[in-house]
């Protein structure tokens, strides 16, 4: 078992900013795929963005190509996800998911993933 656990979220104001970030304390997350995905309420969840353990990023959402950004952690135990120019339509539960595999992101369908967190509320509201 990989013990995912997503932080950062909160309340924000439209505008402003965010960091989640992905742990699994004790493990190394570099071999690994880590997703992000978020679910708002009444819809269903959908994916945000990857990296590979190959550290190649792809966006599965094209509204969020130029606000999102993906990056792994200094220490090898976390990814993060900084969120920017935050709009009430990003508001929902973001939840990180492991796979542990070479294959790159566009290659991993949400089903895939073995391992996730119990996710993080994000609410942008003014």
């Known amino acids: 078992q990989l013990p995912l656990a997503e932080s950062g979220g909160g309340l924000v104001q439209p505008g402003g900013s965010l960091r989640l970030s992905c742990s699994a304390s004790?493990?190394?997350?570099?071999?690994?795929?880590i997703g992000w995905f978020r679910q708002a309420p009444g819809k269903e969840r959908e994916a945000v963005l990857c990296?590979?353990?190959?550290?190649?990023?792809?966006d599965d959402v094209d509204s969020v190509k130029r606000r999102f950004t993906i990056s792994r952690g200094n220490a090898k135990d976390t990814v993060h996800l900084q969120i920017n120019s935050l709009e009430p339509e990003d508001s929902g539960v973001y939840y990180c998911?492991?796979?542990?595999?070479?294959?790159?992101?566009?290659?991993?369908?949400?089903?895939?993933?073995?391992?996730w967190g119990q996710g993080t509320q994000v609410t942008v509201s003014s």
């Open positions: 990296i590979s353990s190959e550290k190649e990023s792809t």
């Open positions: 998911a492991a796979e542990l595999t070479r294959r790159l992101c566009q290659e991993i369908p949400q089903t895939d993933y073995d391992y």
């Open positions: 004790g493990y190394h997350l570099d071999y690994y795929a």
